[in-house]
T-cell receptor
Framework: GENVEQHPSTLSVQEGDSAVIKCTYS??????FPWYKQELGKRPQLIID?????GEKKDQRIAVTLNKTAKHFSLHITETQPEDSAVYFC????????????FGKGTRLLVKP | SQTIHQWPATLVQPVGSPLSLECTVE??????LYWYRQAAGRGLQLLFY??????ISSEVPQNLSASRPQDRQFILSSKKLLLSDSGFYLC?????????????FGPGTRLTVT
């Protein structure tokens, strides 16, 4: 069945460094790829997303890249800050309808001051 | 602007007891609605989604059911809870299928089955 692999499962960086989280997906019909940030005990928050007709999208310190041929997409956070510490989830739409997402298992990012 | 509510926020229930979790959305009409479960330290699993009143799609066969009695109300139920039903239950909404796929989550219900 459809699957989304996310790596690494944990990532520790120093404040100010960059962080990169990678995901691969299996459904060639997937056309929407969101990223969520979840702080401890809170709801996931949508931080950035990308559609299959775009290769890269940037919003201040975060960016997402998509390689449709290789079926992988990545989240890039630059100039990390302690408040970036959280669990990050990638997801891929199941098929082309956009109703149903398959989520990765999450990456726990720790930014050390 | 749109707001999503869930209640209760926390719930402790014995095995074999029934369950009813409620989700309501304000500020939009005919939203798509979703129920997710997140086990401790794990990812998000889609349980059900609904594109309209009375229309429920199940993603994973299990002990749970969902209903949508009103346009902006989504209910998750169980007749008899299992220990494995413990987790963080999240409701989410998205705009009707007009090319807007973004899903926004409610605050969640933390369920512990004892």
């Amino acid at each position: 069945g459809e699957n989304v692999e996310q790596h690494p499962s944990t990532l520790s960086v120093q404040e100010g460094d960059s962080a990169v989280i990678k995901c691969t997906y299996s459904d060639s019909a997937s056309n929407y790829f969101p990223w969520y940030k979840q702080e401890l005990g809170k709801r996931p928050q949508l931080i950035i997303d990308i559609r299959s007709n775009v290769g890269e999208k940037k919003d201040q310190r975060i960016a997402v890249t998509l390689n449709k041929t290789a079926k992988h997409f990545s989240l890039h956070i630059t100039e990390t800050q302690p408040e970036d510490s959280a669990v990050y989830f990638c997801a891929a739409s199941k098929g082309g309808q956009g109703f149903s997402f398959i989520f990765g298992k999450g990456t726990r990012l720790l930014v050390k001051p | 602007s749109q707001t999503i509510h869930q209640w209760p926020a926390t719930l402790v229930q014995p095995v074999g007891s029934p369950l009813s979790l409620e989700c309501t959305v304000e500020g939009t009409s005919n939203p798509n609605l979703y129920w997710y479960r997140q086990a401790a330290g794990r990812g998000l699993q889609l349980l059900f989604y609904s594109v309209g009143i009375g229309q429920i799609s199940s993603e994973v066969p299990q002990n749970l059911s969902a209903s949508r009695p009103q346009d902006r109300q989504f209910i998750l139920s169980s007749k008899k809870l299992l220990l494995s039903d413990s987790g963080f239950y999240l409701c989410a909404w998205s705009l009707p299928p007009t090319g807007r796929y973004e899903q926004y989550f409610g605050p969640g219900t933390r369920l512990t089955v004892t």
